[in-house]
Structures are given as C-alpha cells and as structure tokens.
Nanobody, 124 residues
Framework: QVRLVESGGGLVQAGGPLGLSCAAPGRTFNSNPMAWFPQVPGKEREFVAA????????YYADSVKDRFIISREHAKNTVYLQMNSLKPEDTAVYHC?????????????????WGQGTQVTVSS
C-alpha cells in the first residue's frame, strides 16, 4: 500500500504562518485529486482543502477560506498547504490524502491513499 508522507508541521504562534508538504514516494499522483484533512483526538478527520489533478481547481472549507492555500508541483509529485493567520483551533494532526477518482472532493471517503500526518500546534 502506497503511503503519502507529510512534513512541515510544528509549533507556531497564533496569527503566524506555516507550510506543509505532502510527497508520494514510489508512485506518481500527478493526475489525482488530493486534499488535506486535519484531525484532533477523539474526532473525525475534517476537510479543509482539495485540489484537482491538473491543479487548476481548488476547494476550501469555509473555516479556512482566505487563510489557507493548497497547491501542487507536478515536477516534484508534491502537494502543499500554506496556512496563514493560524488560530489555536487549527491545532490538529494534518493528513494528506489522494483520490483515484477524477474531480475534486471534500468527502474523505473518496480518498484511498493517506499519510500518517504531521502535527500542527498553534499557541495563543
């Protein structure tokens, strides 16, 4: 089973920025929709951002619209999440996911490949 690998998490003060990366060693996901799903202990993974295979379309949860930017770099087989104006409630383990379907999705059940996540902690 292919595993995605997230990086870039850490501790940041409220109002600050942080950038995450998601790579896919061993497999190319350049044609696949990809997304980010943060998860806090005891809760379901929640959708925050998705991007289609070509990278021309993006979709965001209302809670992060105008603060987060998802992008991808096909040459590096990598997806990014730039998080700005971070809030303490953004604290979570951020998981990257890839879908085998065409399109762009907020539903986590449309995604077949996942990473183990990277911790993001926003202090007040």
């Amino acid at each position: 089973q292919v595993r995605l690998v997230e990086s870039g998490g850490g501790l940041v003060q409220a109002g600050g920025p942080l950038g995450l990366s998601c790579a896919a060693p061993g497999r190319t996901f350049n044609s696949n929709p990809m997304a980010w799903f943060p998860q806090v202990p005891g809760k379901e993974r929640e959708f925050v951002a998705a991007i289609n295979g070509k990278g021309g379309s993006t979709y965001y949860a209302d809670s992060v619209k105008d603060r987060f930017i998802i992008s991808r770099e096909h040459a590096k087989n990598t997806v990014y999440l730039q998080m700005n104006s971070l809030k303490p409630e953004d604290t979570a383990v951020y998981h990257c996911a890839a879908s085998t379907d065409a399109g762009i999705y907020a539903n986590k059940y449309r995604y077949s490949y996942w990473g183990q996540g990277t911790q993001v902690t926003v202090s007040s």
